[in-house]
């Protein structure tokens, strides 16, 4: 059982739009920045968004993350094929003094 | 460029001892605290351990926490994790990662991961 909780999948159609959801509590999120993942199969994950919404370079700006309160969510605009992958979710925890992750969201795109 | 590149998996049996290397390069390694991420087959990811930039300081997931042990040779741009008493449930994917805000973990940069298989 992941500290921080994701949907197990998303999907939607290219061209849409899909959000992923990461829930945890005043011990993470609440009070500690989150980052997002993105993990093709068979590669490491990558850096999507840090700092709850900044892009690192040469991530596109279809990739949007904002957070409130104890939640945060990655927004990804204009689906593509290439965007079906695994969705992960991070941040650190104050209480256990340690690096959470959500379970990952699997994304489909129809 | 950076890179980053464990060594060290391999197999081994429940109560055995393991240690994991990751090289780094194309950085000034000691500026930038640095983790350690595992992902047992077909799971998610687990976050394990991380190691201030100067090695002043070490956190530890509670599920390794008094098993594992994290080092870092700045010198050798070297990062290492000892692997102590271990379970079959750690048999996964290891994965060292950069640091990028001190804030983390906010890991930008990956290696392409060394695995650890535990069986008797």
């Known amino acids: 059982q992941s500290v921080l909780t994701q949907p197990p999948s998303v999907s939607a159609a290219p061209g849409q739009k899909v959000t992923i959801s990461c829930s945890g509590s005043?011990?993470?999120?609440?009070?500690?920045?989150v980052s997002w993942y993105q993990q093709l199969p068979g590669t490491a994950p990558k850096l999507l968004l840090y700092?709850?919404?900044k892009r690192p370079s040469g991530i596109p700006d279809r990739f949007s993350g904002s957070k409130s309160g104890t939640s945060a969510t990655l927004d990804i605009t204009g689906l593509q094929t290439g965007d079906e992958a695994d969705y992960y979710c991070g941040t650190w925890d104050s209480s256990l003094n340690a690096g959470v992750f959500g379970g990952g969201t699997k994304l489909t795109v129809l | 460029q950076v890179q980053l590149v464990e060594s060290g998996g391999g197999v081994v049996q429940p109560g055995r001892s393991l240690r994991l290397s990751c090289s780094a390069s194309?950085?000034?390694?000691?500026?930038?605290?640095m983790h350690w991420v595992r992902q047992a087959p077909g799971k998610g990811l687990e976050w394990v351990a991380v190691i201030w930039y100067d090695g002043s300081d070490k956190k530890f997931a509670d599920s390794v926490k008094g098993r594992f042990t994290i080092s870092r040779d700045n010198s050798k741009n070297t990062m290492f994790l000892q692997l102590n008493r271990l379970r079959v449930e750690d048999t996964a994917i290891y994965y060292c990662?950069?640091?990028?805000?001190?804030?983390?973990?906010?890991?930008?940069?990956w290696g392409q991961g060394t695995l650890v298989t535990v069986s008797s």
């Open positions: 700092d709850n919404y």
């Open positions: 194309g950085f000034i390694f000691g500026s930038h605290g």
């Open positions: 005043s011990s993470n999120i609440g009070n500690n920045y």
């Open positions: 990662a950069r640091e990028e805000t001190g804030m983390g973990p906010s890991l930008g940069y």
